[in-house]
């Protein structure tokens, strides 16, 4: 008979001292990865950077055990104070997407050293910090391989600064894929709409048959003239054919969504983020979109394909 009873009280005290008797829903709180993400001032809604940083962060959600909260910069909302909110609410990693964060960045990372930073569109580094670019010239050359093979024997335009990452890929993609195709370039800010729709009319009116530009403003309105005059054109930074579906072939892409996830998903595992500033084909951080023109799909998406597994070969 004692022995009955004291089994139970025995049972009762070990169960307290191990903390069984919490809350469930509150013990899987604390065992959850906090993590904090500052969005540009364009805020979620743009179809673009700060949405597909939210769908990687949801798929994380989803997947891992992670919890995560944003904040979007506003004229009351600096950089700094989004970050130290940020770090107040106890996050243990905590992302930023552009090259504007980086001084505030790189001062909370020191304040900080038990969090994580990562910090997109920059290349620091430090204990804590982990900063990342994405390879914008292998998406240019993924971009030229595509325009090459839409428009064999005439003309290929870009649009956007003379120094550009993406123009460099863009000129050899497509000297890798077609002696033919003849490269027409026109100088524009990617943040100057304006300029952007009228280096495009000056490139179609020179008979450019497909029309490639930089991320931005400029280019969402290159895709629009491209619309307007019925010529193929490829999107970049995200998947753009929803500004012109009947115009745009593909587009660059780079893969936000993919890589948050990644680099949670390796966190979760216990492995190290990657060391080196520079992500592209071999952390699928860029890519093209699905070609959406269904008569020349197979022809570009095979040509596509070959010439990322040769660069990819060639790393």
Known sequence: MYKRILIP?????????????????????????RIGI???????????????????????????????????????????????????????????????????????????????YIAFETELKGDNLFGYTFDTEQAGYLAGVAA????????????????SAYLEGFKQGIAATSKDTELLVGEA??????????????????EAEILFAEPGEAGKAVLEQASLADVYAIGAGSDQSYIAPDNVVTSALLQIDHVIFDFLEQDSKGNELP?????????????????????????????????????????
Request: charged share 25%.
């Open 9 to 33: 009280i025995c049972a009762l005290i070990l169960c307290y001292l191990s903390g069984c008797a919490a809350n469930p829903a509150a013990a899987k709180l604390d065992e959850e990865k």
């Open 38 to 116: 500052v969005l540009t001032e364009v805020g979620l809604g743009d179809q673009e950077w700060n949405d597909l940083a939210i769908e990687g962060l949801t798929k994380a959600r989803d997947r891992l055990d992670i919890n995560y909260t944003y904040k979007e910069i506003t004229p009351e909302l600096t950089y700094e104070k989004a970050l130290q909110d940020l770090a107040d609410e106890g996050m243990d990693t905590i992302i930023t997407l552009e090259a504007a964060a980086e001084n505030a960045v790189t001062s909370q990372a020191k304040a900080n050293p038990s969090i994580t």
């Open 148 to 163: 090459a093979t839409v428009s064999q024997s005439g003309k290929a335009g870009f649009i956007g600064e003379s120094s």
């Open 189 to 206: 800010s990617p943040d100057d709409t304006s300029s952007g729709s009228k280096v495009a009319k000056e490139l179609i009116a020179e």
């Open 275 to 315: 060391e080196d500033n520079m992500i592209g084909l071999k952390e699928q951080a860029v890519a093209l979109s699905p070609v959406a023109v269904v008569s020349i799909t197979d022809t570009v998406e095979g040509k596509v394909h070959t010439a990322t597994q040769k660069l990819l070969e060639s790393e």
